[in-house]
Nanobody, 129 residues
Framework: QVQLVESGGGLVQAGGSLRLSCAASGRSFSGYAMGWFRQAPGKEREFVAA????????YYADSVKGRFAISRDNAKTTMFLQMNSLEPEDSALYYCSAREGRIASPGYYLRQPAQWYSWGQGTQVTVSS
């Protein structure tokens, strides 16, 4: 399993922006995909966004489409989540995830937490109204 470390969370007012980062073990990631999930108190962990690492193909939850952007650096060591127009409903603990192997129907299965093998510790995002 790859070790993942998130950073960049914090407190922001509604309408503001934050940029989350996820570093993969200080080396280039050569697996299939990385992603972001979030979990608010009392709720299940939910899919936010994912990126297929080699093809740079991205997927988004409907609730964040047009506001959030997932990307990776050219050295393929770090993944980012640019979050704009933040809303109080975006407040949650945000987790970085990684999957080494390919998967059929990635547009569906990458949205399922059970399909991801490595997880970071999470970074808190709080959006005040």
């Amino acid at each position: 399993q790859v070790q993942l470390v998130e950073s960049g969370g914090g407190l922001v007012q509604a309408g503001g922006s934050l940029r989350l980062s996820c570093a993969a073990s200080g080396r280039s990631f050569s697996g299939y995909a990385m992603g972001w999930f979030r979990q608010a108190p009392g709720k299940e962990r939910e899919f936010v966004a994912a990126i297929r690492w080699r093809e740079n193909i991205t997927y988004y939850a409907d609730s964040v489409k047009g506001r959030f952007a997932i990307s990776r650096d050219n050295a393929k060591t770090t993944m980012f989540l640019q979050m704009n127009s933040l809303e109080p409903e975006d407040s949650a603990l945000y987790y970085c995830s990684a999957r080494e192997g390919r998967i059929a129907s990635p547009g569906y299965y990458l949205r399922q937490p059970a399909q991801w093998y490595s997880w970071g510790q999470g970074t808190q995002v709080t959006v005040s109204s």
